[in-house]
């Protein structure tokens, strides 16, 4: 376990962090039991964060050793993860989501000046000083009945992990059918500039992706055109990329997006089939960017980059 993650052996001692902690600095607290297989696959996107959020305090809590504090903060399934300040509880997490985990703490985690400060400022001061970033997960912007996959297997199709409906996580993953190839296809409901994707896949790292393709406004696209056209990007993923992290794209080529299509070449084994546990994409639309706000909010398109939106969990 990484050494900026406290495991917990008893309530006095959590109580004692949380009485011990600046006001404005973020205590992120991971319930877990040892029987809990998605407890363990998010484990390494916890430690991930920890090593990137030096100012956070991260602990984790056996919900079986120290159920005095589970049934203190109500905890009813596993993984479950929340978020103090002051002790007080600002958010709350329940299941193995790497891109919600991530948005999470990157929402609250403010700044290190923020955090060493002593000062009662509110939770919304401390966001305010947040290092200046206005990216956030497209999901949301995604036009739900645009969405597609080809060569997804029927018992595991794009909409278990992406869309209105997704299955339970921890348990609900895409996979490819009859080969390792894939082609998602995701249509934005406004105009967006992408920033970055990410992709969980460390449950079968063997099946995670490798080579994709990241095509932009090409409706209607399959395999063969895939082919013949010329992709906005090529990235190579490697084992430690499909963790979860936020992979940054070449921003200057995913600008006014409207649908973001996603090809999967291969896996990193090349395994029979690929698997794809969750994927989601950072970016701004509309009004929300940062460079260009006037203009983006004078376009009024429908769409949005598939990539931006499939990817981008961080």
């Known amino acids: 376990m990484s050494p900026n993650i406290t495991e917990i052996e008893s309530t006095a001692q959590f109580d004692g962090i949380v009485r011990d902690l600046p006001p404005n600095q973020l205590l992120v607290i991971d319930f ?30 056996d919900v079986d050793r120290q159920a005095q504090l589970a049934q203190r903060f109500q905890v009813r399934a596993m993984p479950t993860f929340k978020f103090l300040k002051g002790g007080r509880e600002v958010d709350e997490l329940r299941g193995a989501s790497p891109p919600q985990l991530n948005n999470l703490v990157s929402k609250h985690a403010g700044t290190p ?23 956030g997960s497209l999901l949301k912007h995604i036009v739900s009945n645009g969405l597609s996959c080809l060569n997804e297997s029927s018992d595991h199709p794009l909409s278990s992990i992406v869309g209105p409906n997704p299955g339970p996580r ?24 992408l920033k970055s994707i990410s992709i969980f896949s460390a449950i079968s790292p063997s099946q995670a992706p490798k080579t994709i393709k990241l095509y932009i406004n090409t409706p209607n696209i399959d395999f063969s055109d895939a082919e013949n056209f010329n992709p906005a990007q090529e990235l190579e993923l490697t084992p430690e990329q499909v963790k979860g992290d936020k992979i940054d794209l070449r921003f200057v ?15 990193q084994e090349d395994e029979e089939t690929t698997r794809i546990d969750s994927i989601d994409i950072h970016g701004t639309a509309g009004d929300a960017s940062a460079d260009k706000p ?13 990539l931006e939106r499939l990817m981008g969990r961080g």
């Open 253 to 267: 080529r995913f600008q006014n997006v409207r649908s973001l299509h996603i090809l999967v070449k291969d896996n």
């Open 294 to 306: 006037a203009a983006a909010t004078q376009q009024g398109g429908g769409g949005g980059s598939m």
């Open 113 to 135: 000046a923020a955090a060493a400060s002593s000062s009662s400022a509110s939770s919304s001061t401390v966001k305010s000083s947040a290092p200046a970033d206005t990216t």
């Open 170 to 193: 921890g348990t609900s993953y895409l996979e490819s059918d009859v080969d390792a190839e894939l082609l998602i296809s995701i249509p934005f409901q406004d105009q967006v500039k």
């Open 32 to 61: 877990h039991a040892v029987w809990c297989g998605p407890c363990h696959a998010i484990a390494p996107v916890l430690e991930q964060l920890s090593n990137s959020y030096k100012h956070v305090k991260f602990v984790k809590i």
